[in-house]
């Protein structure tokens, strides 16, 4: 069998079971009255969890992570109320952290910083509403400081500055 679970007047409630076709179980959660409720957890062929996320009443709530085949972490946040909320962080197969970005009511606001595998930093701004909005810095692959100035509703705003991949204005 691929999958179980239990009804309760014609709705999805209570515990659901998912199994691959090896019989090994890879999928575990809870419906109550028709809804998503609790904590559903994923794993793969080894055994090994590869996304948590709890339930409320239907929608994504609290902390949430995705991790590679091993175990390792590569996405973690957390949701309030279905949508994206707090702090996101993001790290690469070598478990070197690539973003840290902040949500509010699922969008992109405040500061986030974006990193290559290598660790250089790639730019650094800032977010309202989803958009980019006030200072920004980019820099190359080298981490050498490329275009700095302003975003105003996700355009270019105001007084820019530009060097070269050398660092020359």
């Known amino acids: 069998r691929q999958s179980a679970t239990e009804y309760r ?3 999805l409630h209570g515990r659901w079971t998912r199994w691959d076709e090896q019989g090994r179980k890879n999928g575990a959660g809870e419906y109550k009255n028709g809804e998503k409720s609790g904590r559903w957890t ?3 062929e080894n055994n090994v969890k590869v996304t948590v996320i709890d339930f409320l009443d239907g ?8 991790c590679d085949k091993d175990g390792n972490k590569l996405i973690e946040g957390e949701y309030k109320n279905g949508k994206r909320d707090g702090k996101w962080t993001t790290w690469n197969n070598k478990q070197k952290v690539i973003e840290i970005s902040s949500f509010s009511g699922g969008k992109q606001t405040g500061r986030s910083i974006r990193w290559n595998d290598d660790g250089v930093k790639l730019y650094e701004g800032y977010f309202k509403d989803g958009t980019r909005d006030d200072y920004w810095v980019h820099y ?3 981490g050498v400081k490329t275009s700095s100035g302003d975003y105003k509703n996700d355009k270019k705003n105001g007084h820019w500055i530009f060097w070269d991949d050398n660092g020359v204005k």
Do not use: A
């Open 59 to 66: 929608l994504k709530s609290g902390v949430w992570y995705r």
């Open 42 to 44: 994923t794993w793969n």
């Open 140 to 142: 190359n692959k080298n």
């Open 9 to 11: 007047n014609d709705e």
